[in-house]
């Protein structure tokens, strides 16, 4: 079922205002350049809201949930190389790097980026999954 070099199902988002007020709410992160749009120009950082680095690293964790379900993250670290902003359509994209077998489980490691319109890349991730064999 999976193979080393397959490239796993791309999982995307609209990233509305809305997300990342509920975000601020979830982290306690009143940061003005996620809720106000007048904070951002003010900062000279664009003319959209700026989306929180952990949604991010959550989208990577959806598109993860979507290819190996019921699997547990064993290691994941995160490159973040650029900006998230409101009302960009993000994409994540993968690929399996290597699978190794422990007992009746798989450690799956890959290689991960969260993309927006454009093609800027925002995050690069490298993971280990745990997953049971079929």
């Given at each position: 079922m999976y193979s080393?070099?397959?490239?796993?199902?791309?999982?995307e988002f609209l990233v509305p205002q809305e997300s990342m007020d509920t975000w601020a709410k979830?982290?306690?992160d009143p940061n003005?350049?996620?809720?106000?749009?007048?904070?951002?120009?003010?900062?000279?950082?664009?003319?959209?809201?700026i989306n929180q680095g952990p949604a991010n690293i959550a989208y990577i964790m959806n598109m993860l949930e979507k290819n190996f379900p019921n699997s547990q993250i064993i290691k994941m670290n995160n490159k973040m190389?650029?900006?998230?902003?409101?009302?960009?359509?993000?994409?994540?994209?993968?690929?399996i790097l290597n699978?190794?077998?422990k007992k009746s489980q798989l450690i799956i490691s890959c290689t991960l980026k969260?993309?927006?319109?454009?093609?800027?890349i925002a995050v690069i991730?490298?993971?280990?999954?745990l997953v049971k064999k079929d």
């Open positions: 080393v070099g397959s490239s796993l199902k791309n999982w979830i982290l306690d003005p350049i996620h809720l106000d749009v007048n904070s951002v120009k003010s900062l000279g950082l664009g003319d959209k809201t190389t650029n900006s998230i902003l409101e009302g960009e359509l993000v994409n994540v994209s993968g690929q699978i190794k077998e969260l993309t927006a319109e454009g093609g800027k991730s490298e993971v280990d999954l």
